[in-house]
């Protein structure tokens, strides 16, 4: 898996599914940024994600690029980009559809995301 601190982003249907397999293994919070390359606000929270990823340790965070891997956004049901996913243990527990990065950062810390400590 990838480092602490990171956003994992899954090109094929083989790297997502260990991914989200050892992820799931883990029982840590997963959050799958569901995005597309066209989509302006996915282009407007990446850096936001990429930032929350080294502030919330304990998170497994995915980037999926919706015309890449469309099997795994319709799986989760994405209708609009980008899409959150928040999952624990292969259940999906919340989501955030749309670029809003205070509801996302809440939803992190009400699933159990820990801020690492400075």
Sequence with gaps: MAGEGEVIACHTLEVWNEKVKDANESKKLIVI???ASWCPPCRFIAPVFAEMAKKFTNVVFFKIDVDELQAVAQEFKVE????????KEGNI??????AAKD???EKLMKH??????A
Aim: no cysteine.
């Design 33 to 35: 940024d569901f995005t």
């Design 80 to 87: 609009a980009m980008p899409t959150f996913v928040f999952m």
């Design 93 to 98: 527990i919340d989501r955030v559809v749309g």
């Design 103 to 105: 509801e996302i950062n």
């Design 112 to 117: 159990g995301g820990l801020v690492a400590s």
